[in-house]
């Protein structure tokens, strides 16, 4: 049984404690360390289990398992606080973008095992695509322990260090560019008759059956999007394609490492 703790407790941390609790994944103890109070105090209402508090960082630093889950402007100071309470052989995982692996190890030069990840949202239901990252000197064993248990979550390919951001605009914020345009589809079926349970089916089914026709059809991208004749939204296609040059271009150069 191992012990994790992570160090915040936003969005990233929820996902994955929900995640677990969906897989029946147990340890020893769950620590979290989170400086809101509210924020802390949400996530003991909803996970009882979790040991938390908002002014000792160093029970979740010396888990077995230590997510950081911090932005990366506070990173290298958190680091910096929490740095003698890790234990050598533990494991420290970073999901802060811009923030590599080398410059994890100028503050931990004594920790082999370090990695960063992009868990991304459908991990809360055990559908995640978490591409993973290890530090090149890192224990086999632990590395294989931690793909085993973050198995049940969903996908964890191991990723070169140099595509994590990639994998963060296009996987981890991917969800995003979706969630909008599925739930005004749902409030239509709706209004044009459709029960919910019949209008939610039909969307997650349609979408399944996009991905594959476009990727596993063996046709063109021009012979795929000739299937259907009618295009009711051919008119602002253009639109959108200009959206995810600039703006996912911009935030991509914003996150990569300098």
């Known amino acids: 049984m191992k012990t994790i703790g992570f160090i915040g407790g936003g969005r990233i941390t929820r996902i994955l404690l929900q995640g677990f609790k969906t897989a029946n994944i147990s340890f020893e103890k769950v620590h979290v360390f989170e ?3 509210m924020v802390l105090n949400a ?4 996970y009882p289990q979790i040991e938390s508090t908002n002014t000792d960082s160093s029970m979740a630093a010396s888990s077995d398992w230590v997510f950081i889950a911090l932005h990366p402007p506070v990173m290298m100071d958190s680091l910096q606080s929490i740095k003698n309470a890790i234990k050598k052989d533990a494991l420290v995982v970073s999901f802060a973008p811009k923030i590599t692996i080398n410059k994890m190890q100028s503050v931990l030069p004594g920790i082999p095992n370090l990695a960063r990840m992009n868990p991304n949202a459908g991990t809360y239901v055990n559908k995640g695509y978490n591409p993973v990252t290890f530090a090149t000197n890192a224990d086999k064993t632990i590395m294989n322990g931690f793909i085993e248990v973050f198995g049940k979550l969903g996908k964890v390919p191991i990723v070169s260090e140099n595509q994590i951001e990639a994998y963060a605009v296009i996987s981890a914020m991917g969800h995003t560019y979706f969630w909008f345009q599925l739930q005004q589809l749902k409030e239509l079926g709706l209004t044009y008759g459709l029960s919910k349970k019949e209008a939610e089916e039909t969307i997650s089914s349609m979408l399944l059956g996009t991905a594959d026709t476009l ?12 299937l259907v004749p009618v295009k009711p939204m051919a008119e602002h296609e253009n639109t959108v394609r200009e959206f995810y040059k600039t703006s996912l271009n911009g935030i991509y150069q914003k996150i990569k490492p300098v």
């Open 35 to 37: 400086t809101n109070e």
């Open 215 to 226: 990727f596993n059809s063996g046709l063109t991208y021009e012979e795929v999007t000739n």
């Open 43 to 46: 996530l003991r209402a909803d």
